[in-house]
């Protein structure tokens, strides 16, 4: 998920050698696509194809709606817009949206693996999980975080998405 960080934008500095990412976009966007999934069965039932299409329309959204408040938000600091900053706000951003791709591709590939719409939906949101639980664990590790601050970020976005899977099963029953 390469990604342009700014200074003072909360991210860890960049190190040499080390690709740029913003882990904070791909963290929202794991848990927005656990959301979308979660969400989906409250409705009653869905396809694999419209959950694959809702899940990669909404980090294009969410993605499109972050990029206009980030920019939106430095007008009123009072920096006129160029379209360079548009494109690194805009490349900034996108890690909101290449994490709903991984959960995209679990429901495209559940049929492979014979599992059903009930089972397609757990093994997406399995897959939306490990991913916020990966990339917060990465994120502190790259930030020099200690052992203990690095297990303390997994188990706090742990927890998040735990709440996500309670409220599927809350919804559900």
Known sequence: ???????GSGA???RPGQP???YAGAIYGALLAASVIAGTGAVGPFSRLGLVLFLLVTGVVFWAAHVYARLAGDRAHGQRLSWNEVRHVAGHEWPVVQAAVPPAIAVA????LGLGLAGTAWFALGVALFEQVMWSTVAAVRAGASRRLVVVS?????ALGLVIVVAKTTIHH
Request: aromatic share 0%.
């Open 109 to 112: 590939i559940s049929p492979l």
């Open 20 to 22: 740029r990412t913003d």
């Open 1 to 7: 998920m390469p990604s342009v960080l700014t200074p």
């Open 12 to 14: 860890a500095e960049h």
């Open 154 to 158: 997994g188990l706090v976005n742990l």
